[in-house]
């Protein structure tokens, strides 16, 4: 129906994902006051869903949910491989394709025209996108990628077209790990340290961080310490030197596990400089010591993993937007007037009680 609004039917499209209506939405009892009880067809939230927040997560886990976005997936998949061999059709040197005719070599949009056709044929059975989306999905992906597709027509799969960090990736995984750890623990350090200046901060998890303050404190107070000791060394009845001493170094173990994490923080820093740093050049030293065949499977990758994400993107924004419109429904019926006037007359009850107490009734 050409009528329907395009939230009518995401909201369709999420009920049918999740099998039936009545998963989310309760058939309405019979007895349910300040309801159409005439309609059969007349539903009400089930109880599964006490919260409006509730809605999100429900929809998003539900099995159905994912089960009907894995399926989508996998026609997508399937899709891909069927057709890889019109995209490989576009390198220079690429052999005749049979039964591909219109995978003309270098000719991207020919190529374009062709896959678009193709993809909304294949997605014709499934109903969380509409045709409309399909295609400007696949039009967006093409567009994103219209140069390296223009690079492969003209000079094939040369391992420039590999992102620096792609071609890292497949070269030095190692390398990208050692920066990867060293970022995500840089990162929590700093955030320990953030923590420590914050006022009425607690080392709960004793982790040895103190602020500068404390630092101070502590640096003058094993000072004091020392120095006394020094003195009791001399004059004995100044105090006891050892007891001193016990408190100089219960104090320098403090700064001690306190400098050690500066000290981290510092070697973590020089790390992820160094890397930082020869980057460019183990970039260059991938390119050169790719093969060509290595490049071909590192951007048909690519090629793939974008195809896939742009079209997850588009499946993620649709539920949302179906979420959005359940949501609408809560806000509008979850709470019937008949509920709202109970609870205005009981807050009306109690006033009076109050009133009546203080004896202004």
């Given at each position: 129906d050409s009528s329907l609004t395009h939230s009518t039917l995401q909201l369709r499209a999420t009920m049918s994902a999740i099998r039936h209506p009545c998963l989310i939405m309760g058939q309405c009892p019979s007895n349910f006051e300040g309801r159409n009880t005439r309609d059969e067809t007349y539903l009400d939230f089930a109880p599964v869903l006490t919260d409006k927040r509730d809605i999100a997560d429900f929809v998003t886990r539900h099995r159905g949910v994912t089960t009907r976005h894995q399926q989508f997936m996998d026609t997508l998949e399937g899709w891909w491989q069927t057709n890889l061999p019109i995209v490989e059709a576009l390198a220079p040197d690429a052999p005749d394709v049979n039964g591909h005719q219109e995978a003309k070599p270098r000719n991207v949009y020919v190529m374009r025209?062709?896959?678009?056709?193709?993809?909304?044929?294949?997605?014709?059975?499934?109903?969380?996108?509409?045709?409309?989306q399909v295609r400007g999905a696949f039009a967006n992906y093409v567009d994103v990628l219209k140069a390296d597709f223009k690079s492969i027509a003209a000079s094939g799969w040369g391992p420039e077209l590999i992102p620096d960090e792609e071609i890292l990736q497949s070269q030095f995984?190692?390398?990208?790990?050692d920066l990867e750890q060293a970022q995500t623990r840089l990162a929590e350090l700093q955030a320990l340290f953030a923590a420590a200046d914050e006022e009425e901060f607690?080392?709960?998890d004793d982790t040895g961080v103190m602020n500068s303050d404390q630092v101070k404190g502590l640096k003058a107070r094993l000072k004091e310490a020392k120095g006394m000791a020094r003195l009791c060394k001399r004059d004995p009845s100044m105090g006891q030197a050892a007891s001193y001493q016990r408190e100089a170094e219960q104090i320098e173990a403090q700064l001690q596990r306190h400098k050690l994490l500066e000290d981290e923080v510092k070697t973590l820093r020089a790390t992820i400089r160094g890397i930082e740093g020869k980057r460019d050049e183990l970039v260059q030293s991938a390119r050169e010591k790719i093969s060509l065949d290595e490049a071909r499977s590192v951007i048909i990758e690519r090629l793939r993993q974008l195809l896939m994400d742009t079209y997850h993107a588009y499946l993620r924004a649709d539920q949302r937007a179906c979420i959005r419109a359940i949501e609408n429904l809560w806000s509008k019926y979850a709470v019937t007037a008949r509920q709202i006037e109970a609870e205005r007359d009981a807050a009306s009850r109690q006033l009076r009680a109050f009133l009546v107490e203080l004896g202004y009734e």
């Open positions: 025209s062709g896959l678009l056709s193709g993809i909304e044929q294949a997605m014709a059975e499934q109903n969380l996108l509409t045709p409309f995984p190692e390398i990208l790990q607690e080392d709960t």
